[in-house]
């Protein structure tokens, strides 16, 4: 059980108690004066762990010391327009046949300088619109492109699977049960064109070859489609046969066929579907969400006839599209036609494609005559309407998608009045004034971004191991590429071209800030156009931003740590609350900062390093300094608010800011990342008081969440007080270190820099801090079992602190005067002390102060076997703790509390007080002290035969210790384990 607490010196607010460094004396203690100050002695020094008649521990280590703190330009390379399924045959028109061109061959150049010329505008992978003959029919084409499509795709399976004989084929269908008999010829029927397998044992048949030859192309490195989507390839293929056999199409429910206009014919263009993705890895379930959108339902209500898909620059937003519109198609649920349109949003040189443009596109994409095509704006949006309203009459919906829109403007126009359509529409931006249904495209996970590596480098090359044989090294890229897929296959790309290059010098090319982006550039375009280069990405979002927004974009990229608050926006920025949340607003509708809880946003990694180029830039430099300046003091002042609240003592000031500790609390947890990062980023841009002043702020936040490692902060804060060069500074910053190192239960480390400090105050003559660094010096001494020493440098302290006057630091000493005794095993000695600092903490109003001395007494009292009046005091002290948001005292109490219940053979009370200390402490991060209350807990299922129970709990306790490092503890907690273990047949250690 823990005997009471300790509480550490002041290290210095000369406007609260006495805590930390700075509170200023007339006088220190001389050198013959500590020679001659120990006037106490111990009398029992030697230390044992004892258990209570309940085999309970009070204090369960005998060393274990409780030092508890009171606590691009022009047209783009591919296609702008693809049509993909089936297209609209509409009345005859003869027009030239244009030359088919590559889909991969870039535009004339013509076309570049006159984008508002759209009269040869190409189609589909940049084929050209193709001619029709007399009967309205695409030359050269036959309408049977389902069929034919069916049978061009089961060729290639069949080719991607290594084309096994097909006598292996039939034996397949044989090894079936029962067994499906088929010949080689109608195999060899089916993988040409024209031929299409009929019901019954045929159709059982094709759907185990397609699952075999599916697991076979898989095995090569090769994508495959489900046999779902192959199911549903079949049928539209028959459907088709039907229909030139004499059979008449169903048309969708609701038409009777009676329409005043003729549905308009189709024909194949399935040359022009642009490229499928040739890995689709990680985003099944925006892939399901998007289809689920896609099918066609809920025609009575207009918001479904588009879906927003919005993300960041490079996040796969058309990867997604394409896939899905691939997936549709082959469902057959577009019969009218797949429509794919970029609207050039984002290409910077203000060749946007519009509503009117767009709609012309589609138009003739649909088979319009160019004659019929009205030259005003509105007569051509209103006939892109009417062909539209007229193939929803006749059962025919298209799917069309919008890709890269930049605006609401360039799609309202386009949205079908009838909601048998669909439209897909993808974005850097939100668009919330879209009518619609929306899916924000997040990041990819570590292990997807991987798997896109391995498929992509095995596609080229199957025997490709790299990322098998090192995938801690895959998913360390997928980390340093943010996630981003664009990022990923930049990455693949280069490892494609440097097929030797380990994973790891990719991962060290990559952790460098500096070049990251740099490093995230391949000299080629991806398949529809795209510089492969995370940096230009990013460009066309940023060019797009007003000036404002752009001044935003770059010194939030500034604010020290991952995520930011509003107030740390509006400093940043020199603006009022509502010009900042419109600004983020902004700012977030464009992708470039995310919410991921409320009242607070983020940037991309990779967009953060970007905006941090724009901010380097010389023209910003002295703005971007001033705006740095203006946080890194604002965090400051706020933290030594906070930190003066949580500290407050009747008869100090009080903070300006923080109303109670509660309040101050609130922001220390929301904030703490941001200060600690502030810390590093006040240190790099010189600004070296500042550093050392953020991270003495913190002291007070760290002694009470201990799972917050401040140990980097620190080694940052000494080496920004020796560029300073102040030797009363050192002092504080290594009393501090000190005092942290003894709230970690690591008494030597805690006295090397408790050392350093003491040699300075010599050096100096005296310092401020001089009592509260003995103080400390004491606390150490006394958790490595010193006590003797121990109670001569507390003897110290105190009459430091008298000379001072500084009454209330007088009765912190006589409190842990009391702790060395209560630990010596004299409680009675320690009655008298805790009576003289109840007073003091009584006659200054010090509540804070006083829940210290409640739980230490309620400790005594438990010693002297005085149960009810333990019980009494540990509730007061509990209450105070709870009051002021002090966690460690509120475990100690709950776990004494538990103690003395358990005493008073209150069990069920006394486990449930252990449950609320444990979560207490887990939610502090204090291993040492959530180690304590286990043993406890199973010393006391152990005393009720709870076996099983108990060794569970010394199982955890050895985890806790050994995890705080402190191995003695630990050595103790296993002979408990032992002792249960005993009494448990079976069970071993």
């Not at 029919?137 to 060729?155: H, N």
């Not at 990719?506 to 070049?515: G, M, Q």
């Amino acid at each position: 059980m823990s005997s009471g607490s300790c509480k550490v010196a002041a290290l210095g607010s000369p406007e609260g108690p006495p805590r930390r460094h700075g509170e200023s004396h007339d006088h220190s203690v001389s050198i013959a004066e500590r020679a001659t100050a120990a006037q106490m002695t111990l009398q029992t020094p030697s230390i044992k762990v004892r258990a209570s008649r309940a085999l309970r521990v009070r204090e369960v280590f005998g060393t274990a010391f409780p030092m508890d703190p009171p606590s691009p330009a022009g047209w783009r390379f591919g296609a702008d327009f693809f049509v993909m399924g089936a297209s609209c045959r509409m009345p005859a028109v003869v027009r030239p046949a244009t030359p088919q061109i590559s889909t991969f061959q870039r535009v004339s150049s013509d076309l570049r300088r006159r984008p508002e010329d759209t009269s040869t505008l190409v189609g589909a992978g940049d084929a050209s619109i193709p001619a029709h003959d007399e009967s309205g029919r695409q030359a050269g084409t036959t309408v049977g492109g389902a069929v034919d499509r069916f049978g061009t795709e089961l060729r290639s399976l069949y080719e991607a699977a290594g084309e096994p004989t097909l006598s292996r084929l039939v034996r397949l269908g044989l090894d079936q049960v029962p067994p499906l008999r088929i010949s080689d010829s109608t195999l060899s029927a089916w993988l040409k064109a024209g031929h299409v397998p009929g019901p019954g044992t045929k159709e059982r048949y094709f759907l185990v070859l397609v699952a075999h030859l599916n697991r076979l192309a898989a095995k090569r490195g090769h994508a495959t489609r489900p046999e779902g989507a192959w199911a549903a390839l079949l049928k539209t293929a028959r459907e088709e046969r039907s229909a030139r056999r004499g059979g008449r199409p169903r048309t969708a429910a609701g038409s009777t066929g009676s329409d005043r206009h003729e549905a308009p014919q189709t024909v194949s263009v399935v040359d022009r579907v642009p490229p499928r993705p040739v890995t689709f890895v990680g985003r099944d379930d925006s892939l399901d969400n998007l289809l689920a959108r896609l099918a066609p339902q809920d025609t009575a209500f207009p918001s479904s006839v588009v879906t927003l898909v919005s993300g960041m620059g490079g996040v796969g937003k058309t990867t997604l599209a394409v896939e899905a519109a691939h997936r549709a198609r082959d469902l057959g649920w577009f019969t009218g036609g797949t429509f794919f349109v970029d609207m050039r949003g984002y290409s910077g040189d203000g060749a946007d494609l519009g509503p009117v443009n767009a709609a012309t596109l589609l138009l003739r994409h649909l088979g319009t005559a160019e004659g019929d095509i009205p030259p005003d704006g509105d007569d051509i949006l209103a006939l892109w309407r009417a062909r539209a309203d007229q193939l929803a009459g006749h059962g025919r919906p298209l799917l069309v998608v919008l890709d890269n829109v930049s605006s609401a403007g360039q799609i309202l126009p386009l949205i079908p009045a009838r909601p048998h359509h669909r439209i897909v529409v993808t974005s850097r931006h939100i668009l919330a004034s879209v009518p619609g249904r929306h899916i924000d495209l997040s990041e990819l996970s570590r292990s997807s971004s991987a798997q896109i590596l391995d498929q992509t480098l095995r596609i080229a090359r199957p025997e490709d191991s790299r990322i098998a044989d090192a995938p801690e090294h895959a998913e360390r890229i997928g980390d340093l590429c943010g996630g981003l897929p664009l990022a990923v296959q930049i990455v693949a790309a280069i490892l494609r071209t440097e097929p030797h290059r380990p994973l790891v010098g990719v991962v060290e090319e990559l952790a460098d800030t500096r070049s990251r982006l740099d490093g995230l550039a391949y000299e080629d375009v991806d398949t529809l156009g795209n510089p492969m280069a995370v940096r230009a990405a990013f460009d066309l979002s940023y060019r797009r931003l007003a000036p404002a927004d752009a001044r935003a974009f770059r010194l939030l990229a500034l604010a020290p740590g991952a995520d930011f608050s509003m107030e740390t926006a509006g400093v940043l920025l020199s603006a009022t609350p509502l010009e900042t949340r419109q600004i983020v607003r902004r700012l977030v509708g464009a992708h470039l900062l995310a919410g991921q809880v409320p009242e607070r946003w983020m940037m991309h990694d990779l967009i953060r390093l970007y905006a941090q180029e724009k901010a380097e830039e010389p023209q910003h430099g002295e703005e971007v300094r001033e705006s740095l300046e203006r946080i890194l003091l604002h965090l400051q002042q706020s933290s030594r608010e906070a930190d003066r609240r949580i500290r407050w003592r009747a008869g100090f000031p009080e903070s300006e800011r923080f109303a109670s500790s509660s309040e101050a609390w609130d922001w220390f947890d929301a904030e703490h990342r941001t200060l600690m990062a502030a810390v590093a980023t006040a240190y790099g841009a010189g600004f070296d008081r500042l550093s050392v002043s953020l991270a003495m702020n913190m002291v007070g936040c760290f002694e009470q969440r201990a799972h917050m490692d401040w140990r980097d902060i620190f080694d940052t804060a000494e080496k920004a007080a020796g560029r300073i060069a102040d030797p009363r500074l050192d002092v504080e910053v290594l009393g501090n270190i000190g005092v942290l190192y003894g709230t970690a239960h690591q008494p030597e480390r805690a006295l090397s820099f408790l050392s350093r400090a003491i040699g300075l105050i010599e050096e100096l003559g005296g310092h401020p801090s001089e009592a509260s660094v003995l103080n400390s010096i004491a606390g150490a001494l006394m958790e490595l079992g010193k006590l003797q020493e121990a109670l001569s440098t507390m003897q110290l302290a105190m009459a430091v602190f008298r000379k001072e006057g500084n009454k209330q630091g007088e009765g912190m000493m006589h409190h842990n005067i009391a702790s060395l005794f209560l630990r010596n095993g004299t409680p009675e000695r320690a009655l008298e002390h805790l009576e003289r600092d109840l007073a003091i903490c009584g006659e200054f109003g010090d509540r804070a102060g006083e829940g210290g001395t409640l739980n230490t007494l309620g400790s005594v009292y438990f010693e002297l076997c005085r149960y009810e009046e333990a019980a009494a005091a540990f509730r007061k002290g509990l209450a105070v703790a709870r009051e002021f948001r002090d966690l460690v005292l509120e475990g100690h109490c709950l776990k004494n509390l538990a103690n003395t219940c358990a005493e008073l053979a209150q069990f069920d009370e006394a486990f449930a007080l252990y449950e609320e200390a444990l979560e207490v402490q887990r939610a502090q991060g204090d291993r040492f002290r959530e180690g304590e209350t286990l043993i406890n807990l199973g010393l006391t299922h152990h005393q009720l035969n709870g076996r099983a129970q108990a060794v569970d709990c010394f199982r955890e306790a050895i985890d806790a210790f050994e995890e705080a490092g402190v191995q003695d503890a630990a050595h103790t907690a296993r002979e408990w384990l032992r002792n249960a273990l005993a009494d448990t047949p079976g069970d071993t250690p």
